[in-house]
């Protein structure tokens, strides 16, 4: 009898949809807020997008604006604390201009977070994420946000948690990271249009 080939394991991210805060450039962890009525309109786009791949597992942050993402986009997901946003400490509610008044230069990438997360503990948790969905294999459906998915993104890839800095993440969009011949690779990136047909 012939060996079944092993499973591709796919790692798909989606970003809530907007906020107020998300729109305004707030930093936003743990204050629970709802989606706008935009975010709304952006969440149900992403059912039609979604709908026909195959998710073996559907995970999501606890945050209200990712499971209601979920829910809105045809998806009962699993909550999965690991995904929740990177903790800003002092910093939530507070544009990275505002704090550049006091600290020059700031970026979550590059300087501490009072009182918040430190890079090493949102690589923890997310590394914990990239092991489950590797362990489990198929496709992985993740709700979360933006740094936490930026983070989740740079760590599948075997990079450092500021390379996420370079991955461009808007509310309301999904992404797809795999494997190239033994290689992680990103798939497809920020992505708000219908899908192409060759990768349901």
Do not use: C, K
Request: glycine residues 8%; proline residues 4%.
């Amino acid at each position: 009898m012939d060996q079944q080939p092993a499973r591709e394991t796919e790692l798909w991210l989606v970003r809530h949809g907007e906020t107020e805060w998300s729109r305004a450039w707030r930093h936003t962890s743990f204050t629970d807020l709802e989606l706008t009525d935009t975010g709304r309109a952006q969440a149900r786009a992403l059912r039609p997008l979604l709908s026909g791949v195959g998710f073996d597992h559907v995970w999501s942050s606890p945050r209200r604006r990712a499971l209601d993402t979920a829910h809105l986009a045809g998806f009962d997901p699993e909550i999965v604390e690991d995904v929740v946003e990177w903790d800003y400490g002092e910093y939530e509610g507070v544009t990275t201009e505002e704090i550049r008044e006091t600290v020059p230069g700031w970026t979550v990438w590059s300087h501490p977070s009072p009182a918040g997360e430190s890079a090493e503990q949102v690589a923890e948790r997310l590394d914990r994420v990239v092991a489950r969905a590797r362990s489990l294999g198929g496709r992985t459906l993740v709700f979360a946000h933006g740094h936490s998915l930026r983070v989740l993104a740079a760590r599948w890839l075997g990079l450092d948690v500021a390379d996420g800095r370079v991955f461009l993440l808007d509310t309301g969009t999904y992404s797809v990271l795999g494997d190239d011949r033994g290689q992680p690779v990103v798939i497809r990136w920020n992505v708000r249009e219908e899908a192409d047909e060759e990768r349901p």
